[in-house]
């Protein structure tokens, strides 16, 4: 079994019994909105997920993330959710500051 949780949207847990599926995927699949602004191929960071607790559950960095990285673009604890992917456990998350939508309500 997998879980995220979405710390800053009230805790949102979302659980799947499938492994190895991309991050964007399963928060997309429970109904929850999430930035995309290249269409989940990896051409910016507007996914970027904030990394609390599970860095080790997930695939290792792309190509594009590896990119993004050397550019200062992404942090160490932070990873695009439309090229990471969920291999086991638990992922703790959070959105990114500058990429939360104003139509929803965010937690502290």
Same mark, same amino acid.
């Given at each position: 079994?997998?879980?995220?949780?979405?710390? *800053?949207?009230?805790?949102?847990?979302?659980?799947?019994?499938?492994? *190895?599926?991309?991050?964007?995927?399963?928060?997309?699949? +429970?109904?929850?909105?999430?930035?995309?602004?290249?269409?989940?191929?990896?051409?910016?960071?507007?996914?970027?997920?904030?990394?609390?607790?599970?860095?080790? +559950?997930?695939?290792?960095?792309?190509?594009?993330?590896?990119?993004?990285?050397? *550019?200062?673009?992404?942090?160490? +604890?932070?990873?695009?959710?439309?090229?990471?992917?969920?291999?086991?456990?638990?992922?703790?998350?959070?959105?990114?500051?500058? +990429?939360?939508?104003?139509?929803?309500?965010?937690?502290?």
């Amino acid at each position: 079994m997998l879980k995220i949780i979405i710390e *800053n949207l009230n805790h949102k847990e979302i659980i799947s019994s499938e492994s *190895n599926r991309k991050v964007i995927e399963l928060i997309h699949e +429970n109904y929850i909105d999430w930035m995309h602004a290249c269409g989940k191929k990896g051409r910016c960071t507007t996914c970027k997920m904030i990394i609390e607790e599970g860095m080790e +559950n997930l695939s290792p960095l792309t190509d594009r993330e590896e990119i993004f990285r050397e *550019n200062e673009r992404l942090k160490l +604890n932070e990873r695009l959710t439309c090229q990471a992917e969920l291999k086991s456990g638990t992922l703790r998350i959070r959105v990114a500051e500058q +990429n939360k939508f104003p139509h929803m309500e965010y937690s502290g």
